[in-house]
């Protein structure tokens, strides 16, 4: 069983930057693939960013382009999503996830466990 909470989200100006956490607890978190995902009101929850268990794996969203930075710490079991040039678009619930054994996937239904979610919510 894998517990997972995130953290630091909040109001920030369009071109801003904030650093998402993920803490998770639970034996062998180095065996699991962390995926960060997005809801925003009325839409269907996306895929954002992930890393496999091997840390090797870092896939992006297209919308990403290189504003995101997705990482993690085994040792402090974490995985974090920097997020860079924030857009009014980017305003959403972010949840991170966790895939046993994952190459990093893309889709939701592939991790077995979530996180409550964090908003992040970006003004223009």
């Known amino acids: 069983q894998v517990q997972l909470t995130e953290s630091g989200g909040g109001l920030v100006q369009a071109g801003g930057s904030l650093r998402l956490s993920c803490a998770a607890s639970?034996?062998?978190?180095?065996?699991?693939?962390m995926g960060w995902f997005r809801q925003a009101p009325g839409k269907e929850r996306e895929f954002v960013a992930a890393?496999?268990?091997?840390?090797?794996?870092?896939p992006y969203a297209d919308f990403v382009k290189g504003r995101f930075t997705i990482s993690r710490d085994n040792a402090q079991t974490t995985a974090d999503l920097e997020l860079n040039s924030l857009k009014p678009e980017d305003t959403a619930v972010y949840y991170c996830a966790a895939d046993h054994y994952g190459m990093g996937s893309g889709l939701s239904a592939d991790y077995e466990y979530w996180g409550q979610g964090t908003q992040v919510t970006v003004s223009s």
């Open positions: 890393i496999s268990w091997t840390g090797v794996h870092k």
């Open positions: 639970g034996p062998n978190f180095w065996r699991y693939a």
